[in-house]
């Protein structure tokens, strides 16, 4: 039973790095930025997995605040980059004083 586990995890690691490398491919050959934009915040979801099932292979749950970390990040990049898209600028100008 549990060389059926590392098979399945030993797979699920190769589908999530196959993931990434067409997420980066996808991000490099499209043109608009709405693009790119969507595909760096679905790498956060196969990077997530794949830092799981490799956790799960050494049985281990030292990568849990890598996890953490790496959610934040991609939330407030997300959060930054479209107000930086909506607005063309990141902090408001504040001239009116």
Do not use: H, Q, W
Not at 35 to 55: F, Q
């Amino acid at each position: 039973m549990d060389k059926i586990l590392d098979i399945t995890i030993l797979a699920g690691i190769f589908v999530s790095i196959a993931m990434i490398i067409f997420l980066l491919y996808y991000m490099v050959t499209r043109k608009s930025i709405f693009d790119k934009l969507i595909a760096s915040d679905l790498i956060a979801m196969p990077l997530i997995t794949l830092i799981v099932l490799v956790s799960m292979y050494y049985k281990t749950f030292s990568y849990i605040s890598l996890i953490l970390i790496i959610a934040v990040i991609c939330f407030v990049g997300s959060v930054v980059t479209t107000r930086f898209l909506s607005r063309k600028e990141i902090f408001p100008n504040d001239d009116s004083k």
